[in-house]
């Protein structure tokens, strides 16, 4: 048996199935919940319900740079949902109207005294910025497993005070 022959057929052959069966166009729900229980997300917005899948299914694929900034930017858009709720987004916009960047959306949540941020969310914060940034923007930086493990309890604390805050689910 020629492998090189055996091995050109097994790819045509999934060329072949994939053609037919193509991934879902708005992408799957994720099979388990390494980083994210999708419960603190469930019945609030569908792209926050995509989002937290899609940090998952990273995860479980071993894709912990693609984790790391979806996690950056849920916590990105349950600042600016937040915002948006309490009616007062337009602190939180450049004079273009374009949305602050994600350090200057932190500075401003912690700021507002709408609200009461607990001391862990203020703490996690940074952190979880910091892996998101480093994912995305450094040239060098490669996530690794323990990375994403690290923001686990911080992520839960942020993401479900975040959540309360804007009114997105009741507790």
């Known amino acids: 048996m020629d492998i090189a ?9 999934r060329d072949a199935v994939r053609e037919k069966n ?14 994210v229980y999708f419960s603190l997300v469930r019945g ?12 998952n299914g990273s995860y479980e ?7 790391a900034v979806m996690t950056r930017r849920l916590v990105e858009t349950l600042i600016i949902e937040l915002f948006e709720a309490r009616g007062i987004a337009g602190k939180i916009k450049n004079p273009k109207g374009d949305f602050l ?5 932190i500075s401003a949540l912690i700021a507002e ?4 941020l607990t001391r862990n ?10 892996v998101g940034d480093q994912s995305a923007h450094s040239r060098y930086f490669v996530a690794h497993r323990q ?16 959540v309360t805050l804007a009114n997105l689910k009741k507790p």
């Open 147 to 162: 990375d994403i493990d690290k923001l686990i309890d911080d992520l839960r604390v942020v993401i479900q005070e975040l």
């Open 44 to 55: 609030t917005r569908p792209y926050l319900e995509k989002i937290v899948h899609q940090i």
């Open 22 to 35: 193509p991934p879902a166009e708005e992408g799957e729900p994720s099979s388990a919940e390494p980083v």
């Open 61 to 67: 694929g071993g894709w912990y740079d693609a984790s």
């Open 121 to 130: 969310t203020k703490a996690a914060l940074p952190r979880l910025k910091d």
């Open 101 to 105: 960047y994600l350090r200057d959306l």
């Open 113 to 116: 005294p709408s609200w009461n």
């Open 5 to 13: 022959k055996t091995l050109q057929v097994a790819k045509q052959l």
